[in-house]
């Protein structure tokens, strides 16, 4: 079955500094990666996705991500982080079978100005 | 504007009763899923379905229970036999079974009096 690990609870940035959230995997074929964010109390939106080819992938608001087969990682990343980022960020997984997704357990992003 | 809605937006169950989540969908999607977030914890699947008229078991299934009579909804009922129900619920929808988007709806939140 897969898994998801998103090893950072809570993240500090200062607006304007760079921004990595990671996120590892644990699944027996090829999986297929999403990462969303959430504001409190609101629904998640999609940020990027990665299905296949070119392992670096581009999302909304200046995010992407980076696939690492060999380090079953799919980091999410960003230049300069604004205080609107100030969000939960989910890492999740899928198998084909299903549609089924397993995510993370989020990271929380505060953003000091 | 297509998109997912679910309503109420906060509902309040009493001991012992049963409670009623509803999520709307105008995508023309044909899989629509539930989960259920708990602090810390990322979504958890509840019910997911995947054409009219059926539907399977998530991870966390027991004390509720679905029904997809109609394309554009999947509504979820929070039984009494849910010991813990206090959590943020959201509902999704994706296109077809396989390597699919889910896009999700704005979320209901449970409490229990």
């Known amino acids: 079955a897969q898994s998801v690990t998103q090893p950072d609870i809570h993240i500090t940035v200062s607006e304007g500094a760079s921004l990595e959230l990671r996120c590892n995997y644990s699944y027996g074929a090829t999986p297929y990666l999403f990462w969303y964010v959430q504001s409190p109390g609101q629904g998640l939106q999609l940020l990027l996705k990665y299905f296949s080819g070119d392992t670096l992938v581009q999302g909304i608001k200046g995010f992407e991500a980076e696939f690492k087969r060999s380090q079953s990682s799919f980091n999410l990343r960003k230049p300069s982080v604004h205080w609107s980022d100030a969000a939960e960020y989910f890492c999740a997984v899928g198998a084909s079978y299903g549609n089924k997704l397993v995510f993370g357990a989020g990271t929380i992003l505060r953003v000091k100005s | 504007d297509g998109g997912i809605t679910q309503s109420p937006k906060y509902l309040f169950r009493k001991e012992g009763q049963n409670v009623t989540l509803s999520c709307e969908q105008n995508l023309n999607h044909d899989a629509m899923y539930w989960y259920r977030q708990d602090p810390g914890q990322g979504l958890r699947l509840i019910y997911y379905s995947q054409i009219v008229n059926d539907f399977q078991k998530g991870d966390i299934a027991e004390g509720y229970s679905v029904s997809r009579e109609k394309k554009e909804s999947f509504p979820l009922t929070v039984t009494s036999a849910q010991k813990n129900p206090t959590a943020f619920y959201l509902c999704?929808?994706?296109?077809?079974?396989?390597?699919?988007?889910?896009?999700f709806g704005p979320g209901t939140r449970l409490l229990v009096l």
């Open positions: 999704a929808s994706s296109e077809g079974q396989g390597r699919e988007t889910q896009y």
